[in-house]
């Protein structure tokens, strides 16, 4: 998901864009100068920066009942010289916005409907689907939103055109036990070569996907492969699960007790613990409509903050779900990034487990030592801050209220799943989830 700004001198008008950039009042990325910063400088930009107020103008006229399709729509010509244009013309008397950009932008195709051969079985069902699933994308188009990767890929399907992150790992269960380890393969590498380019994984491969990651299933991709090519995969991907774990960990060293910054909360005795986190505080690029919506129903709220945890709530994977709001009926009332998830952080203990495994396979005996060490804590600090004695659960923590949040979720098992629960905290675990989660 990742493109070059262009700074000459450009197209049909001849502006370069950061001449329109100052002109129009386009507004820039709203960023701290952290890891957003960087990635306006570095990256390709997603489409509301590149269109400034015609993506808002389009997304708000509704032409399209997915908001998506805008987002993933490619510019015919220069961006700002697009946007020139429509500065110029809409206005004028009978300016047809839906013309204007049928005449600039190339929509998604809609792709044709997948039927399979009648009486399949559900095994051959799927098998014939992994090809009907399969992109390559080496490169892209100059200005698309699409980020190209080296290998190919699988995606969800429908609207979903792009590969995603945390639904790749159950994808590659699904690749591993059809026998398409290749394919496991090249996910893996695609997921490794991202880390080297960007220093994360974004979300998806699109640059609107850049500001944020997912939850970090990485290091599993890696167990994942190594059941099939050896330990030696350990030893092959351990730049880039340091880079993952360098990604989620950063400032971690410098925010004070107390404080939160980026991907890591730290607790007033020092302990540390990650978050869900977006770079950029701004309406979701493939949800912008809905998210500027969801601001109108909350005056009372900044809306800086109001859009950055719509966006957490989207990298955590569960978007969206009442866990993380204060209000259960009030999307509204979300607060993803004042918790410390259960699951983010079981996946973060597995990462430094893994990292631990990583190092002493590569004869890096200290390296090994602090990662088994932080794997202790993490777990510790896990059953000491997420562990919800009196109902016998697992849940988020709440770094405001310096207490675990009272909902039982499915996330709760994500420390039995990584293996860093007591066999007590285990069996108290499953039999809630049992009762209050299983039908």
Do not use: C
Request: proline fraction near 6%; charged fraction near 25%.
């Amino acid at each position: 998901m990742k493109k070059t700004v262009v700074t000459a001198p450009v197209g049909r008008q001849g502006v370069a864009p950061v001449l329109l950039t100052l002109l129009l009042g386009l507004p820039a990325l709203t960023a701290h100068a952290d890891d957003n910063s960087r990635m306006l400088s570095s990256q390709p930009q997603p489409p509301d920066v590149r269109l400034g107020p015609l993506f808002s103008a389009v997304q708000q006229a509704q032409f399209y009942p997915d908001q998506k399709t805008f987002a993933d729509a490619v510019p015919k010509f220069d961006p700002a010289s697009i946007l020139a244009d429509w500065q110029m013309q809409k206005n004028q008397r009978n300016f047809d916005l839906k013309r204007f950009v049928a005449s600039n932008f190339t929509l998604p195709a809609a792709g044709e409907k997948y039927v399979p051969p009648a009486g399949q079985s559900l095994r051959a069902h799927i098998d014939g689907l992994w090809p009907v699933l399969t992109r390559t994308a080496k490169s892209a188009g100059r200005y698309d939103s699409l980020l190209p990767l080296p290998k190919p890929y699988v995606v969800p399907g429908g609207r979903f055109r792009e590969v995603y992150y945390w639904d790749s790992y159950f994808t590659m269960l699904g690749l591993a036990e059809s026998g398409h380890w290749d394919r496991v393969q090249d996910m893996v590498d695609n997921f490794a070569w991202e880390l080297d380019t960007y220093g994360h994984i974004p979300n998806g491969n699109r640059s609107y996907y850049l500001s944020r990651s997912q939850p970090p299933f990485f290091s599993l991709m890696v167990d994942l492969l190594a059941t099939h090519e050896g330990d030696a995969a350990y030893s092959k991907y351990l730049p880039q699960l340091q880079k993952e774990y360098d990604y989620w960990m950063a400032d971690s060293d410098s925010v004070a007790a107390g404080q939160a910054s980026k991907r890591v909360i730290k607790l007033a005795d020092g302990t540390v613990l990650n978050r869900y986190w977006d770079a950029r505080d701004v309406p979701r690029t493939e949800s912008w409509l809905d998210d500027v919506n969801t601001a109108k129903k909350a005056p009372q709220r900044d809306k800086g903050e109001l859009y950055r945890d719509l966006r957490a709530g989207a990298a955590s994977g569960w978007d969206f779900s009442s866990r993380w709001f204060s209000d259960a009926h009030n999307l509204a009332s979300i607060r993803t990034t004042q918790l410390a998830p259960v699951d983010l952080n079981s996946l973060m203990f597995h990462l430094e487990q893994t990292l631990a495994k990583a190092y002493r396979l590569d004869k890096q005996q200290d390296k090994a030592k602090q990662f088994a060490d932080l794997a202790e804590k993490r777990q510790a600090a896990v059953n000491r801050y997420l562990w919800d004695e009196k109902q016998g659960w697992y849940a988020d923590y709440d770094s405001k209220t310096g207490q675990a949040s009272p909902q039982l979720t499915a996330a709760a098992l994500f420390p039995l799943y990584m293996q860093l629960a007591s066999d007590k905290q285990a069996d108290r675990t499953a039999s809630a989830v049992e009762k209050q989660l299983l039908k």
